[in-house]
């Protein structure tokens, strides 16, 4: 069973012509945030065609729909992700219900074999690219400064922010995206991913599983405006080596402002204004986050939570 959306209806072409007709079925609705619904109607499929193995071609939507349905009941995975999510190399699944996101962790969802292919991504619009580049950057962030971080998930960590950090830089001086560009931030989305199975996330990704489950907003977008804002958060209660770590990832001595220049720089949107989120949504979306916080290393308080959003609809970093 193939999970692939019909923009990748070639890619399952050359999949049939080599297994034959008879041993491939492909489910082709993907949508993101894996509602219920959804997961309802590919696990129907499913009973009906009976598959040996799921195979995901796409991005993180589709990804974490074949892994909706491994969690529901086992079944072998194959991941091929066509863009940076690094959902691939996570245990993590999310199904999304009634304004609502549920998360959690379990082994079977975790894709037995994983392939990465540059030629697939090499068609991704540009600005696709750079967004979904910056939501590997978020893993790789809060991996940095989790609660339950150790030294090999840290360095790694570092080691993926300086490769994805290159790779937008090449994007931010080219018009199209280019085998080196592609290859830096795959190298960097697989050990965001692998760091993200590793470590707990914290106040970043609670606030992005929010305003995307409870108010609709497109994820990579959501991740790639809040990174500065949700560091800027937690920034004062950072020790010294790990803001180290960040200086030396970013190669700047204000990592909160370097993350935004970085996405701006490759055309990316850079506050919550601009990318649809509503001004007098920002009291209930802070209610929501604090309700079911994370561990964090910042106190989570809706004061604060409230304030970090502003600066983040408006684009200011303090």
């Given at each position: 069973?193939?999970?692939?959306?019909?923009?990748l209806a070639g890619q399952?072409?050359?999949?049939?012509?080599?297994?034959?007709?008879?041993?491939?079925?492909?489910?082709?609705?993907?949508?993101?945030?894996?509602?219920?619904?959804?997961?309802?109607?590919?696990?129907?499929?499913?009973?009906?065609?009976?598959?040996?193995?799921?195979?995901?071609?796409?991005?993180?939507?589709?990804?974490?729909?074949?892994?909706?349905?491994?969690?529901?009941?086992?079944?072998?995975?194959?991941?091929?992700?066509?863009?940076?999510?690094?959902?691939?190399?996570?245990?993590?699944?999310?199904?999304?219900?009634?304004?609502?996101?549920?998360?959690?962790?379990?082994?079977?969802?975790?894709?037995?074999?994983?392939?990465?292919?540059?030629?697939?991504?090499?068609?991704?619009?540009?600005?696709?690219?750079?967004?979904?580049?910056?939501?590997?950057?978020?893993?790789?962030?809060?991996?940095?400064?989790?609660?339950?971080?150790?030294?090999?998930?840290?360095?790694?960590?570092?080691?993926?922010?300086d490769a994805i950090k290159?790779?937008?830089?090449?994007?931010?001086?080219?018009?199209?995206?280019?085998?080196?560009?592609?290859?830096?931030?795959?190298?960097?989305?697989?050990?965001?991913?692998?760091?993200?199975?590793?470590?707990?996330?914290?106040?970043?990704?609670?606030?992005?599983?929010?305003?995307?489950?409870?108010?609709?907003?497109?994820?990579?977008?959501?991740?790639?405006?809040?990174?500065?804002?949700?560091?800027?958060?937690?920034?004062?209660?950072l020790s010294s080596a790990?803001?180290?770590?960040?200086?030396?990832?970013?190669?700047?001595?204000?990592?909160?402002?370097?993350?935004?220049?970085?996405?701006?720089?490759?055309?990316?949107?850079?506050?919550?204004?601009?990318?649809?989120?509503?001004?007098?949504?920002?009291?209930?979306?802070?209610?929501?986050?604090?309700?079911?916080?994370?561990?964090?290393?910042?106190?989570?308080?809706?004061?604060?939570?409230?304030?970090?959003?502003?600066?983040?609809?408006?684009?200011?970093?303090?």
């Amino acid at each position: 069973m193939v999970i692939a959306t019909k923009r990748l209806a070639g890619q399952v072409d050359h999949l049939t012509a080599a297994l034959g007709a008879r041993r491939v079925i492909q489910f082709s609705n993907v949508i993101q945030q894996v509602p219920d619904t959804l997961v309802k109607e590919a696990a129907a499929f499913r009973e009906e065609h009976h598959p040996d193995i799921l195979v995901a071609i796409g991005g993180g939507s589709a990804i974490g729909l074949a892994k909706a349905l491994a969690l529901a009941k086992y079944i072998p995975q194959i991941a091929i992700p066509t863009t940076f999510s690094g959902s691939e190399q996570t245990n993590i699944y999310g199904i999304s219900s009634e304004g609502a996101k549920r998360t959690g962790r379990d082994d079977k969802v975790l894709p037995g074999i994983v392939i990465y292919d540059p030629d697939l991504i090499q068609t991704m619009p540009k600005h696709l690219a750079v967004t979904s580049a910056m939501n590997a950057m978020a893993h790789l962030m809060e991996a940095i400064y989790s609660p339950s971080e150790n030294p090999v998930t840290r360095n790694n960590a570092i080691l993926g922010m300086d490769a994805i950090k290159g790779g937008i830089k090449e994007l931010s001086a080219t018009d199209g995206l280019t085998e080196s560009a592609i290859e830096k931030i795959l190298f960097g989305s697989f050990l965001a991913g692998k760091c993200l199975c590793e470590v707990e996330m914290s106040l970043h990704h609670k606030t992005a599983h929010v305003l995307g489950g409870s108010f609709g907003m497109e994820h990579s977008s959501v991740h790639t405006v809040l990174q500065p804002y949700v560091l800027a958060y937690q920034w004062p209660h950072l020790s010294s080596a790990i803001q180290s770590d960040f200086k030396l990832a970013l190669d700047s001595e204000h990592p909160p402002k370097a993350l935004k220049e970085l996405a701006e720089n490759a055309g990316a949107k850079t506050n919550l204004k601009s990318i649809g989120f509503k001004e007098e949504d920002i009291g209930k979306a802070a209610e929501i986050i604090e309700s079911k916080p994370y561990a964090n290393v910042a106190p989570i308080t809706k004061e604060g939570l409230v304030k970090m959003l502003t600066n983040a609809y408006h684009g200011k970093i303090d």
